[in-house]
């Protein structure tokens, strides 16, 4: 294990969860995901009435894991600038992201949009976190 800046990891993991609650909000993709993953407006009452501080303080640590091996990965490939650190996340998610994500879109029949906007947004968040972890 290589040594990591952990300042880089935790802002890397915040603009996970900025990203993920803009991408799925009402001003970019949320109504068009809520209207592709079939739910009713109860469906969505019942999830709001859920303890969301749990699922969120999950998310948020699987953010940093994927920050803190992403930073990993940009001091294997010695990338020392922002163009490379987003490239380094973009071929993580070419590789690791897009490819798993698909099967379910292949044999779940799910909606190919769907799937744009899931792997979409960890596009963004790879190649922006990247740029991030490898300049600072």
Do not use: H
């Not at 969860?17 to 739910?39: A, D």
């Not at 699922?55 to 990338?79: C, E, H, K, P, R």
């Not at 292949?106 to 769907?114: H, V």
């Amino acid at each position: 294990m290589l040594t990591v800046n952990y300042w880089a990891i935790l802002v890397s993991g915040v603009i996970y969860m900025i990203v993920g609650s803009t991408w799925y909000s009402p001003i970019m993709f949320g109504n068009r995901w809520i209207k592709l993953m079939g739910w009713t407006p109860e469906q969505i009452e019942k999830c709001k009435k859920k303890n969301m501080g749990v699922t969120y303080s999950i998310m948020f640590i699987g953010s940093l894991v994927t920050s803190f091996i992403l930073a990993q990965f940009i001091q294997y490939t010695d990338a020392a600038t922002w163009a490379e650190g987003a490239e380094t996340g973009f071929w993580i998610w070419v590789g690791f992201i897009a490819p798993v994500a698909l099967s379910g879109y292949l044999f779940e029949g799910k909606k190919w949009e769907l799937f744009g906007i899931n792997v979409g947004y960890n596009l963004v968040c790879l190649v922006v976190t990247g740029a991030i972890l490898a300049i600072w």
